[in-house]
């Protein structure tokens, strides 16, 4: 199976006590996710999330309803946390979310590792293009919501 990672980095004018109860919140993730996406948070297995909470998501993807379940693998606050794909579109998702305090700056970062099928060119041509798309989004996004970042970085 090939394996595909894609990263992103964000430096927020915010500490990281003020930064990271807004991921404690799967809702928030709607926020962040481009509309054409149509993304919607239908439910979790827990009141609040901890480590083993699965949570249920729908969307869209080039128009196909999609139902996704993943579960919380690491929950490390207010320094991280861990989820990957129990049900969806794809045949590995890996995603860390770190955040590291620096003075009155977190750096918030994303490290996603994830498999598709149909290989590397399905990975180049559908998949990869639109992921980049999706994290650019939320990168903006996150810069908005969670005030202009000091700097972004891209990898």
Known sequence: MKRSILQRQLTLK???DEVFPFFADPRNLEALTPDFLKFRVLGMTTPEIEEGTEIDYSLRLRGLP???RSRITDWNPPFGFTDVQVQGPYR???HEHKFE???GLTIA???I???VLG????????VRPDLERIFDHRTQRMAELLERPAMALTS
Do not use: N
């Not at 290989?119 to 559908?126: A, C, E, M, P, Y």
């Open 92 to 94: 590995l998702w890996h």
């Open 66 to 68: 999609i139902r996704w």
């Open 101 to 103: 305090a620096r003075g």
């Open 109 to 111: 970062s994303d490290h």
């Open 14 to 16: 915010r500490p990281l």
């Open 113 to 115: 590792t994830y498999a």
């Open 119 to 126: 290989g590397s060119l399905v990975d180049r041509f559908l």
